[in-house]
């Protein structure tokens, strides 16, 4: 029986306990999941940083897996005491959740609903373009950009997307490296940042790259804040270079009730909730990794410690 750790906070056991006993049935791993033990008896572990989470890897000499439950790792990735490998969460129910949440967004400012709304009592004809003539730009193609450009692709607009490495996803039009960023940019009317926060993402969006974007583009960031200049982009919207932002993740979080996006007329901040793991899908993910580290075979989903995420 294996002894997996549950360290994602007491308060969301009750969400995960049926799901993953469910999920670890049927993927016939039989294991014992504890939420307090003697750190040298713990073989994989289910991490979600916060509360009475570890901070300190040192004591779980045997385990052989970190598998969080968030896709985002930037909180642990840089804890020098976990030598473990580490696996981060890509889930069809988080998938899904983000994909609705980009869509919903980028429609929003495509159709101009808020415009709409805001003269209902005017009767104004105003017709905005249709999809095929409104690029978007996807800085990431991972599990979450990939299937988000995806689905904008499959609504008609033309996708323009960008990595770290070169990559092919199909009715997309792939870039990357720093050179294909202002390539990317410079079409997009509509942006939308689902990148990992890392050494080489933070500040992506800084004042000279907004600078790229066509005037009155549109941003849309559910990835990380400090993926943006907080300063740059209200500059931007101030002058008008950029219409509208929605903004679902901050550099400080909850976001400070001083903060400017607050009160800024073309700012609307969600409270990252764009997307969150599923338990009733998640719960495979984890149990199809526990029993990969039983069969010794390679773990699904792992962070290379070197890149960030
Ligand atoms: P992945 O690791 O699957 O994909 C990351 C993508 O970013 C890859 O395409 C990668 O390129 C690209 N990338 C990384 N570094 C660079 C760089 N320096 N330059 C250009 N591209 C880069 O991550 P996910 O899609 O699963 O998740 C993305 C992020 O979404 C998470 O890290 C998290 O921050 C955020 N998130 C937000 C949520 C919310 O509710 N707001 C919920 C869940 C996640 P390559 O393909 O070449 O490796």
Redo the contacts with the bound molecule.
Sequence with gaps: MMKVLFAAGEDRWPLWEAPLTKALAEAGVKAEILRKADPTEIEAMIYAPGGETPDDFTPFVNCRAVLSL?????KIVTNRTLTQPLC???DPG?TQ??VE?VVGHTMRAHIGIDRVLATQDRWEVVLPPLASERPVAM????????ACAQALAGLGFPVLG??????EVAGIACH??PEG?RTVLEQAQIVVL?????A??RD?LIAERLSWLPDGAVIIN???GPLIDDEALIEALDAGRVAQATL??FRTEPLPSDHPFWAHPKVTVTP??????RPATAARVIAENLRRLRDGEPLLHRVDRE?G?
């Design positions: 968030w896709a985002g790792v930037e981060r969460m890509v988080l959740g983000m949440y800085l990431g193609l991972g599990a979450l950009g990939a960008w990595s770290r490495n070169p990559k990357h490296g960023l689902l990148l990992p926060l890392t080489e993402t992506t559910p990835g990380r679902d993740v990252h909730i764009a997307a969150e793991t890149a995420y």
